[in-house]
């Protein structure tokens, strides 16, 4: 058992990427990029004097130098700051926890993303991924025991540290340790894919924490139906379930979104989609993504299609702007994945377009002040993932589009039990459905449109980052 530190920190967060990261230049120049995201702007509400401390690990060369020139501790002014430590964790023993098992495995498991007939195959090299996953949390559990105060709360985020909580709690049983998901939560008969004792120690990892916490009461109750199913009736008397959405950081989103950066892609935006020839302007259905299976890119563009085909009226009338950002481009199936995005993008456009009318505008290069833009300028926002944990676009579209922008949003994201009354739901499969929805959402009555606008602006503002992160630490102290 590790020895309380008598100076450690009093709050810890744990993520495999963290608030920061670096790139490293041909001259050995180092260059930080902070990080967005609701951890980020949550864990600085607790303010600069908060004795906290942030483990993450190195990924990439940038923050793998970084962290060596940096013993493990890492400039404040680069993390806002904070005090952060990156883990250098070895290569591939990283490679095969995150790409392997976390978004390979964990990930395809929590939004059902898998294949049959071929997959899953939980074979010798799934085996040795796993060895590979069991020693990055470990390194992680152990950078946290060392870090920690007495009595600490440790704050640890999301699946890839899922066994976290337990290795901890065996080498520091005085802290509070909560786990955190930011993902859906499988239902049993799907997370029983898992080899058994692989599901038992995914299970049993979380377990070791005081509180497991979820996005929506929805994976709240699937984790515990899976635990029943898995270890028996009843979850263990130490650990605590908790349920805490996340919403769109409204004041930092209305700020960032009116600076010139934004009105200057707005100005490019607008050109690009042009005027109808009747010189009216024409509607605009707006996504913004990573490019990821789960986001459920590729139905949203055959729905699209769909809508050109079955109403030739919206021909010359709506332009679908696309923004899908890479991710994850380690992996084959994502590769493959943004290629298909783009080769149905520029099917569509071969298709329908005309010299002054280019159907969907994809853009790939990740830009926050684009994405912006396109918020403004949304008619119509499409979310229509196959199943998300919360979805922040859903949230972060409506109070930014200037005109209260129209929803349509698959009933399978965490954001729709907040969001659904006042949206045009679909189910993500559904590609006819979906169509219809983008059709519906396009004609909504003005009055309408801007009034559920309004509602749904409220609703996604209602807990706001620091909200979040603060009850989790109260209700972990508590
Ligand atoms: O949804 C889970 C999550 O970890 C998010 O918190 C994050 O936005 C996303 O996945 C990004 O994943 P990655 O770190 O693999 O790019």
Known sequence: MASPSPTGARVLVASNRGPVSYSLADSGELTSKRGGGGLVSGLSAIGPDADAVWVCAAL????????????????????????VRMLDIAADVHADAYNGIANSVLWFVHHMLYQTPLEPAF???????????????????????????????????????????????????????????????????????????????????????????????????????????????????????????????????????????????????????????????????????????????????????????????????????????????????????????????????SQYGTPGWTPVVLHVQDDFARSLAAYRLADVALVNPIRDGMNLVAKEVPVVSDAGCALVLSREAGAFEELGEDAVAVNPYDIVGTADALHTALTLPEDERAERGKRLAAAATALPPAKWFLDQLHALES
């Open 123 to 349: 074979d010798a090299e799934f085996r040795r991924q796993w060895a590979s996953f069991e020693a990055y949390n470990r390194a992680f559990a152990e950078a946290l025991a060392e870090e920690a105060g007495e009595g600490a709360a440790v704050l640890v985020q999301d699946y890839h540290l899922v066994l976290v909580p337990r290795m901890l709690r065996e080498l520091r049983p005085d802290l509070r340790i909560g786990h955190f998901s930011h993902t859906p939560w499988a239902p049993p008969e799907y997370f029983r894919l898992l080899p058994d004792d692989i599901a038992a120690q995914v299970l049993s990892g979380i377990l070791g924490a005081d509180r497991a916490a979820f996005l929506t009461q929805r994976w709240a109750d699937a984790f515990t139906e899976c635990c029943h199913a898995v270890l028996g009736p009843g979850i263990p008397s130490g650990t605590r379930i908790g349920v805490h959405g996340l919403g769109a950081d409204a004041d930092f989103l209305r700020k960032r979104s009116h600076e010139a950066d934004v009105d200057e892609r707005m100005a490019a935006l607008r050109e690009q989609i042009g005027t109808a020839p009747d010189g009216s302007t024409r509607k605009t259905i707006v996504r913004v993504d990573r490019t990821e299976l789960s986001k459920n890119i590729v139905r949203g563009l055959l729905a699209y299609r769909h809508l050109l085909e079955d109403r030739p009226e919206w021909r010359e009338r709506v332009v679908h702007v696309a923004f899908a950002y890479p991710s994850r481009q380690d992996l084959a199936v994502y590769r493959d994945y943004t290629a298909e995005v783009q080769r149905l993008a520029d099917e569509i456009n």
């Open 60 to 83: 990439g060369d940038g923050d793998r130098e970084a962290a060596r020139r940096a013993d493990g501790a890492l400039p404040t002014e680069d993390t806002g700051g904070q005090r």
